[in-house]
């Protein structure tokens, strides 16, 4: 049994948001009960097969790159009471993603092979190759759009445009790059090179949080360490941890979200390969076997460990 969407009613609920992935249910603009659901989106669509275990994997890489990051920033995080739960602050949410790049590749690579050589404002050198690292990492914000794509932004526009104040954003930046760091330096035991990430803030009071996910396969970009140079210097393909073999399969199979395109159904064999994938993610970012949740009863059993959550916190 899968968690493909939810609808509970917590005590204290004022509203819920149903996003891509996730159910975000608003407690009394305390806490939020963020519910990690089986579903999967590729394309900006959400697909019509939800992936057994994949909340439980989203849910349990952020809960765990969160607590390892916790000391270099404050985060929203109150209790994990669930493998598919996370409760945290009610923050409110600053309109820009803060994404981070070390390496030439994804959107970047295709704004510089269409001859462009700046991003967000940020200058990027003269002769580089697709998935070659930048001298040092960048900071390529977007603004956080409440439907549809998500745009680039520079420093600049946000400063004049007056979406985050100077001092706030250089907080952000500040945050931003010593997360990347962190992250880089966990994926470098684990065997893995963090390539690129997006990190969310939001403030309560003076106080800026680290919200939602971090560090995680769809949050972020991961290659192999091994063979990395080697297949840099011969123009191949990088071998990436994410979800990308899933888009690759949509693309065989004439999808890439275009008008007109129909979603294809994934068969039992691939959505169960999917869910091995996924596992396994989990298992090479954190270093941690994974244990599967009892399946049986789902929505009971994340309705029972919310509720009984909720009444401690309050």
Request: proline share 4%.
């Amino acid at each position: 049994m899968t968690t493909k969407s939810t609808e509970f009613n917590f005590p204290g609920q004022t509203n819920v948001y149903h996003g891509k992935v996730r159910d975000v249910y608003n407690i009394n603009n305390r806490h939020l009960v963020m519910v990690a659901s089986d579903r999967i989106s590729a394309f900006d669509h959400i697909l019509p097969q939800s992936i057994p275990f994949k909340g439980q994997v989203l849910n349990q890489i952020a809960a765990y790159f969160l607590e390892a990051t916790a000391d270099l920033v404050p985060n929203w995080v109150e209790v994990v009471p669930d493998p598919n739960v996370t409760i945290g602050k009610y923050c409110e949410a600053f309109k820009v993603e803060m994404v981070v790049r070390a390496y030439l590749c994804g959107h970047a690579w295709r704004e510089y092979k269409a001859g462009k050589r700046t991003i967000c404002g940020v200058e990027m050198p003269e002769g580089m190759k697709e998935n070659q690292a930048f001298p040092k990492p960048i900071l390529t914000p977007t603004t956080k759009a409440a439907e549809g794509h998500d745009e680039d932004i520079s420093r600049e526009e946000i400063l004049a445009q007056g979406i985050v104040s100077e001092e706030d954003y250089k907080q952000l930046e500040d945050y931003s790059l010593k997360l990347f760091k962190r992250g880089t330096e966990m994926a470098k035991k684990q065997g893995l090179i963090l390539v690129d990430t997006k990190y969310e803030f939001g403030k309560i009071g003076d106080t800026i949080y680290l919200i939602d996910e971090i560090h995680t396969p769809d949050s972020s970009r991961y290659f192999y360490a091994e063979g990395y140079e080697e297949r840099l210097a011969s123009n191949e393909h990088q071998r990436q941890l994410s979800k990308e073999f899933v888009r690759e399969w949509l693309i065989e199979h004439g999808f890439q979200g275009k008008e007109g395109q129909k979603i294809p159904n994934m068969p039992e064999e691939f959505v169960n390969e999917v869910s091995k994938r996924y596992i396994e993610l989990y298992e090479k970012i954190s270093g941690m076997k994974f244990k599967k949740a009892d399946q049986q009863y789902v929505e009971a059993r994340i309705e029972i460990n919310v509720v009984e959550a909720l009444k401690k916190l309050n």
